[in-house]
Protein backbone atom coordinates (compact mmCIF):
# COMPACT_ATOMS: atom_id res chain seq x y z
CA UNK A 1 0.00 0.00 0.00
CA UNK A 2 1.64 2.68 -1.49
CA UNK A 3 0.81 6.12 0.99
CA UNK A 4 -0.17 9.61 -0.20
CA UNK A 5 1.94 11.74 2.59
CA UNK A 6 0.26 15.08 1.42
CA UNK A 7 -2.75 13.51 2.61
CA UNK A 8 -1.81 12.49 5.88
CA UNK A 9 -1.53 14.88 9.00
CA UNK A 10 2.00 15.30 10.41
CA UNK A 11 1.60 14.21 14.37
CA UNK A 12 3.72 12.63 17.32
CA UNK A 13 3.06 10.56 20.38
CA UNK A 14 3.20 12.80 23.26
CA UNK A 15 3.51 11.42 26.81
CA UNK A 16 0.08 11.23 27.36
CA UNK A 17 -0.43 8.76 24.16
CA UNK A 18 -2.09 11.29 22.54
CA UNK A 19 -1.21 12.59 19.09
CA UNK A 20 -0.71 16.51 18.47
CA UNK A 21 1.22 18.29 15.84
CA UNK A 22 4.65 18.86 16.36
CA UNK A 23 8.04 19.32 14.26
CA UNK A 24 8.91 16.69 11.71
CA UNK A 25 12.63 15.92 10.92
CA UNK A 26 11.65 13.50 8.08
CA UNK A 27 9.13 10.39 7.01
CA UNK A 28 10.85 7.91 5.16
CA UNK A 29 9.56 5.04 2.89
CA UNK A 30 9.13 2.66 5.41
CA UNK A 31 6.15 4.02 7.23
CA UNK A 32 7.99 5.15 10.32
CA UNK A 33 8.43 8.86 10.91
CA UNK A 34 11.48 10.39 13.09
CA UNK A 35 11.07 13.23 15.18
CA UNK A 36 13.41 14.90 17.61
CA UNK A 37 12.46 14.65 21.55
CA UNK A 38 15.88 16.39 22.67
CA UNK A 39 19.04 17.84 20.68
CA UNK A 40 21.43 15.39 18.81
CA UNK A 41 18.60 12.26 19.50
CA UNK A 42 15.50 11.42 17.10
CA UNK A 43 13.16 8.41 18.05
CA UNK A 44 10.86 7.07 15.83
CA UNK A 45 7.32 6.38 16.00
CA UNK A 46 4.91 4.49 13.83
CA UNK A 47 3.40 6.69 10.96
CA UNK A 48 0.02 8.11 12.07
CA UNK A 49 -2.65 9.56 9.98
CA UNK A 50 -6.16 10.54 11.35
CA UNK A 51 -6.86 6.88 12.63
CA UNK A 52 -3.94 5.04 11.55
CA UNK A 53 -2.53 3.04 8.56
CA UNK A 54 -2.93 -0.20 8.65
CA UNK A 55 0.10 -1.92 9.73
CA UNK A 56 0.30 -4.95 8.12
CA UNK A 57 0.48 -2.74 5.22
CA UNK A 58 3.74 -1.36 6.07
CA UNK A 59 5.68 -4.41 7.51
CA UNK A 60 4.95 -7.69 6.10
CA UNK A 61 5.33 -9.66 9.40
CA UNK A 62 2.22 -8.20 10.76
CA UNK A 63 -0.58 -9.85 8.99
CA UNK A 64 1.04 -13.42 9.90
CA UNK A 65 1.54 -11.86 13.29
CA UNK A 66 -2.38 -10.98 13.84
CA UNK A 67 -3.81 -14.01 12.11
CA UNK A 68 -1.18 -16.02 14.99
CA UNK A 69 -2.69 -14.63 17.68
CA UNK A 70 -6.30 -14.28 16.89
CA UNK A 71 -6.37 -18.05 16.60
CA UNK A 72 -7.55 -20.30 19.38
CA UNK A 73 -7.04 -18.87 22.28
CA UNK A 74 -4.21 -20.93 24.81
CA UNK A 75 -5.86 -22.98 27.30
CA UNK A 76 -2.21 -24.23 28.76
CA UNK A 77 0.91 -22.84 29.80
CA UNK A 78 2.02 -25.05 26.94
CA UNK A 79 -0.14 -23.50 24.59
CA UNK A 80 1.19 -19.82 25.25
CA UNK A 81 5.03 -20.81 25.15
CA UNK A 82 4.01 -22.44 21.39
CA UNK A 83 2.23 -19.19 20.89
CA UNK A 84 5.23 -16.87 21.64
CA UNK A 85 7.66 -19.53 19.65
CA UNK A 86 5.47 -18.99 16.92
CA UNK A 87 5.69 -15.10 17.46
CA UNK A 88 9.80 -15.00 17.97
CA UNK A 89 10.08 -17.25 14.87
CA UNK A 90 7.98 -14.69 13.03
CA UNK A 91 8.99 -11.08 13.98
CA UNK A 92 12.50 -9.86 11.93
CA UNK A 93 15.36 -9.17 14.03
CA UNK A 94 14.70 -5.30 13.95
CA UNK A 95 11.03 -5.07 15.55
CA UNK A 96 11.49 -3.94 19.01
CA UNK A 97 8.18 -6.87 19.90
CA UNK A 98 10.60 -9.25 19.01
CA UNK A 99 12.24 -8.72 22.13
CA UNK A 100 10.27 -8.25 24.59
CA UNK A 101 7.92 -11.45 23.30
CA UNK A 102 11.48 -13.31 23.55
CA UNK A 103 12.39 -12.08 27.24
CA UNK A 104 8.92 -13.20 28.06
CA UNK A 105 8.74 -16.65 26.49
CA UNK A 106 12.47 -17.40 28.39
CA UNK A 107 11.01 -16.24 32.04
CA UNK A 108 7.42 -18.25 31.22
CA UNK A 109 9.99 -20.86 30.34
CA UNK A 110 11.77 -20.93 33.60
CA UNK A 111 8.85 -20.45 35.92
CA UNK A 112 6.92 -23.56 34.13
CA UNK A 113 10.26 -26.04 34.60
CA UNK A 114 11.37 -24.65 37.81
CA UNK A 115 8.79 -24.66 40.81
CA UNK A 116 10.18 -23.87 44.61
CA UNK A 117 11.06 -27.37 45.94
CA UNK A 118 9.68 -29.24 42.78
CA UNK A 119 6.28 -28.17 43.51
CA UNK A 120 3.83 -25.04 43.01
CA UNK A 121 1.18 -24.61 46.31
CA UNK A 122 -1.45 -23.65 44.09
CA UNK A 123 -0.51 -25.07 40.62
CA UNK A 124 -4.35 -24.33 39.13
CA UNK A 125 -4.51 -21.44 40.09
CA UNK A 126 -0.79 -20.22 39.15
CA UNK A 127 -1.35 -22.07 35.78
CA UNK A 128 -4.71 -20.22 34.99
CA UNK A 129 -3.35 -16.49 36.07
CA UNK A 130 -0.55 -17.36 33.68
CA UNK A 131 -2.64 -18.28 30.82
CA UNK A 132 -4.69 -15.23 31.22
CA UNK A 133 -2.21 -12.81 31.48
CA UNK A 134 -0.15 -13.99 28.53
CA UNK A 135 -3.72 -13.53 26.92
CA UNK A 136 -4.16 -9.40 27.58
CA UNK A 137 -0.99 -9.74 25.87
CA UNK A 138 -1.70 -11.24 22.59
CA UNK A 139 -5.42 -8.98 22.58
CA UNK A 140 -3.06 -5.71 22.81
CA UNK A 141 -0.83 -7.18 20.24
CA UNK A 142 -4.07 -7.90 18.28
CA UNK A 143 -6.16 -4.49 19.34
CA UNK A 144 -3.24 -2.55 17.77
CA UNK A 145 -2.85 -4.21 14.50
CA UNK A 146 -6.66 -4.57 13.84
CA UNK A 147 -6.89 -0.59 14.32
CA UNK A 148 -8.29 -0.35 17.95
CA UNK A 149 -6.61 2.58 20.20
CA UNK A 150 -4.16 0.42 22.34
CA UNK A 151 -3.89 1.23 26.23
CA UNK A 152 -1.20 3.93 26.67
CA UNK A 153 1.16 1.46 28.29
CA UNK A 154 1.44 -0.37 25.53
CA UNK A 155 1.83 1.75 22.60
CA UNK A 156 4.31 3.01 24.06
CA UNK A 157 6.00 -0.07 22.53
CA UNK A 158 4.20 -1.03 19.63
CA UNK A 159 4.51 2.87 17.87
CA UNK A 160 8.44 2.37 18.62
CA UNK A 161 8.66 -0.97 17.42
CA UNK A 162 11.35 -0.02 14.66
CA UNK A 163 13.36 2.68 16.64
CA UNK A 164 17.01 1.73 15.20
CA UNK A 165 18.38 3.75 18.66
CA UNK A 166 16.79 1.69 20.83
CA UNK A 167 18.63 -1.26 22.43
CA UNK A 168 16.93 -4.80 22.75
CA UNK A 169 16.72 -4.60 26.44
CA UNK A 170 14.69 -1.62 26.56
CA UNK A 171 12.24 -3.03 24.30
CA UNK A 172 12.25 -5.81 26.42
CA UNK A 173 11.40 -3.95 29.54
CA UNK A 174 9.06 -1.69 28.17
CA UNK A 175 7.27 -4.28 27.41
CA UNK A 176 7.59 -6.05 30.70
CA UNK A 177 6.74 -2.68 31.62
CA UNK A 178 3.18 -2.34 29.76
CA UNK A 179 2.18 -5.90 30.66
CA UNK A 180 2.65 -5.95 34.47
CA UNK A 181 2.22 -2.65 35.37
CA UNK A 182 -0.70 -2.26 33.33
CA UNK A 183 -2.75 -5.96 32.62
CA UNK A 184 -0.94 -7.99 35.78
CA UNK A 185 -3.67 -6.69 38.47
CA UNK A 186 -6.35 -7.21 35.57
CA UNK A 187 -5.23 -11.38 35.44
CA UNK A 188 -5.24 -11.72 38.94
CA UNK A 189 -8.90 -10.36 39.17
CA UNK A 190 -10.18 -12.19 36.40
CA UNK A 191 -7.93 -15.16 37.54
CA UNK A 192 -9.17 -14.95 40.79
CA UNK A 193 -12.76 -14.84 39.75
CA UNK A 194 -12.83 -17.66 37.75
CA UNK A 195 -11.55 -19.57 40.31
CA UNK A 196 -13.75 -18.44 43.09
CA UNK A 197 -10.75 -17.44 45.32
CA UNK A 198 -9.64 -14.11 47.07
CA UNK A 199 -6.10 -14.60 48.12
CA UNK A 200 -4.43 -13.28 51.48
CA UNK A 201 -0.57 -12.65 52.20
CA UNK A 202 -1.37 -16.32 54.03
CA UNK A 203 -2.30 -18.04 51.12
CA UNK A 204 -0.52 -20.66 49.04
CA UNK A 205 -1.93 -18.37 45.79
CA UNK A 206 0.51 -15.73 47.45
CA UNK A 207 3.12 -17.76 48.44
CA UNK A 208 3.81 -19.08 44.90
CA UNK A 209 3.46 -15.15 43.50
CA UNK A 210 6.20 -14.14 45.86
CA UNK A 211 7.77 -17.72 44.65
CA UNK A 212 7.67 -16.27 40.58
CA UNK A 213 8.90 -12.42 42.34
CA UNK A 214 11.86 -15.00 43.68
CA UNK A 215 12.50 -16.92 40.31
CA UNK A 216 11.96 -13.54 37.97
CA UNK A 217 14.75 -11.65 40.21
CA UNK A 218 17.02 -14.38 39.62
CA UNK A 219 16.35 -15.25 36.13
CA UNK A 220 16.24 -11.56 34.71
CA UNK A 221 19.89 -10.00 34.84
CA UNK A 222 20.92 -13.19 32.55
CA UNK A 223 17.81 -13.27 30.49
CA UNK A 224 18.54 -9.57 29.33
CA UNK A 225 22.35 -9.70 29.08
CA UNK A 226 21.35 -12.30 26.78
CA UNK A 227 19.16 -10.44 24.60
CA UNK A 228 22.12 -8.07 24.22
CA UNK A 229 24.56 -10.99 22.77
CA UNK A 230 24.56 -11.61 19.14
CA UNK A 231 24.39 -14.92 17.10
CA UNK A 232 27.74 -15.29 17.44
CA UNK A 233 27.79 -15.38 21.45
CA UNK A 234 29.79 -11.76 21.69
CA UNK A 235 28.44 -8.61 23.62
CA UNK A 236 26.59 -6.68 20.92
CA UNK A 237 24.93 -4.11 22.76
CA UNK A 238 25.88 -1.98 25.77
CA UNK A 239 25.27 -4.34 28.85
CA UNK A 240 25.51 -1.51 31.37
CA UNK A 241 22.47 -0.65 30.37
CA UNK A 242 21.43 -3.61 32.15
CA UNK A 243 21.78 -2.31 35.53
CA UNK A 244 20.62 1.15 34.85
CA UNK A 245 17.43 -0.26 33.61
CA UNK A 246 17.29 -2.34 36.45
CA UNK A 247 17.78 0.28 38.92
CA UNK A 248 15.42 2.24 37.36
CA UNK A 249 12.58 -0.37 37.35
CA UNK A 250 12.26 -3.50 39.18
CA UNK A 251 10.23 -6.51 38.52
CA UNK A 252 9.81 -7.54 41.66
CA UNK A 253 8.68 -4.07 42.46
CA UNK A 254 5.94 -3.96 40.04
CA UNK A 255 4.91 -7.12 40.51
CA UNK A 256 3.77 -6.10 43.87
CA UNK A 257 2.69 -2.82 43.10
CA UNK A 258 0.24 -5.22 40.98
CA UNK A 259 -0.82 -7.09 43.25
CA UNK A 260 -2.13 -4.27 45.65
CA UNK A 261 -3.94 -3.10 42.91
CA UNK A 262 -5.64 -5.75 42.15
CA UNK A 263 -7.05 -5.50 45.90
CA UNK A 264 -7.67 -2.06 45.55
CA UNK A 265 -9.57 -2.45 42.07
CA UNK A 266 -11.73 -5.11 44.07
CA UNK A 267 -13.25 -2.70 46.12
CA UNK A 268 -13.96 -0.20 43.66
CA UNK A 269 -16.87 0.52 40.86
CA UNK A 270 -18.23 2.11 38.44
CA UNK A 271 -16.25 5.70 37.42
CA UNK A 272 -13.75 5.48 40.55
CA UNK A 273 -12.52 2.55 38.80
CA UNK A 274 -12.51 3.36 35.23
CA UNK A 275 -10.52 6.60 36.62
CA UNK A 276 -7.92 4.65 38.45
CA UNK A 277 -7.32 1.95 35.29
CA UNK A 278 -6.74 5.09 33.66
CA UNK A 279 -4.34 6.80 35.58
CA UNK A 280 -2.56 3.67 35.76
CA UNK A 281 -2.54 3.16 32.17
CA UNK A 282 -1.31 6.82 31.98
CA UNK A 283 1.31 6.42 34.40
CA UNK A 284 2.69 3.07 33.04
CA UNK A 285 2.90 4.64 29.58
CA UNK A 286 4.73 7.63 30.78
CA UNK A 287 7.22 5.30 32.73
CA UNK A 288 7.83 2.62 28.90
CA UNK A 289 8.41 5.80 27.07
CA UNK A 290 11.23 6.70 29.97
CA UNK A 291 12.45 3.42 29.40
CA UNK A 292 12.65 3.40 25.68
CA UNK A 293 14.62 6.91 25.80
CA UNK A 294 16.94 5.67 28.22
CA UNK A 295 21.08 6.82 27.48
Avoid at 181 to 198: F, K, Q, S
Wanted: glycine letters at 6%.
Amino acid sequence: MQSNLNTLSPVVVNLSGRVRPEYIRRIDNAGVFLFGSRPNRLYCWRLLSEARISTAASYPADQPLYDLITGTAPVTIADVIARMQAIDALLPVNDGLKWFNLLYLMVTQQVDLHPPGGAWRSPVWLARLDVVFAGLYFSAVAGFLDGRSPPSAWSALFEARYCTDVDRIQFALAGMNAHINHDLALALLTADAELNVVPTPASPEFADYQSVNELLNTVMPSALTMLATDTLGVLAQDTGKIGRLLAFWDICHARNLAWDFANQLRALVGPTRDAALSAQDALTGALGRAILAAA
